[in-house]
Nanobody, 121 residues
Framework: QVQLVESGGGSVQSGGSLKLSCLAS????????MGWFRQTPGQEREGVAR???????TYADSVKGRFTISQDKEKKTLYLQMNNLRPEDTAMYYC???????????????WGQGTQVTVSS
């Protein structure tokens, strides 16, 4: 019964900021990994950032220094603060959840519906 719902997407100019949220419902376990992914038409889905229950964090090289992933366990919410956005960041952004091992394997069990981020030059 796990459900993930993203919000916070929108259209911004290059250099702007957005903060995405992912509200989780249901039980994903006591040891998990959550992450943000993005995809554009004709492009391969790419991992943006991942975080574990114990706050192990990893970022894609393309977003290091610009994006910050965080979580509020009490609110069961995942966040992605996106600063200094670039046109190449334009994509549908998806929230995902899985077991702790997803941090390494990249295999997630649950996915949100996505939220669109568009960055104009």
């Amino acid at each position: 019964q796990v459900q993930l719902v993203e919000s916070g997407g929108g259209s911004v100019q290059s250099g702007g900021s957005l903060k995405l949220s992912c509200l989780a419902s249901g039980d994903i376990g006591s040891s998990y990994c959550m992450g943000w992914f993005r995809q554009t038409p004709g492009q391969e889905r790419e991992g943006v950032a991942r975080i574990t229950t114990s706050n192990w964090i990893t970022y894609a090289d393309s977003v290091k220094g610009r994006f910050t992933i965080s979580q509020d366990k009490e609110k069961k919410t995942l966040y992605l603060q996106m600063n200094n956005l670039r046109p190449e960041d334009t994509a549908m952004y998806y929230c995902a959840a899985g077991p702790r091992r997803a941090y390494t394997s990249g295999v997630f069990n649950y996915w949100g519906q996505g939220t669109q981020v568009t960055v104009s030059s």
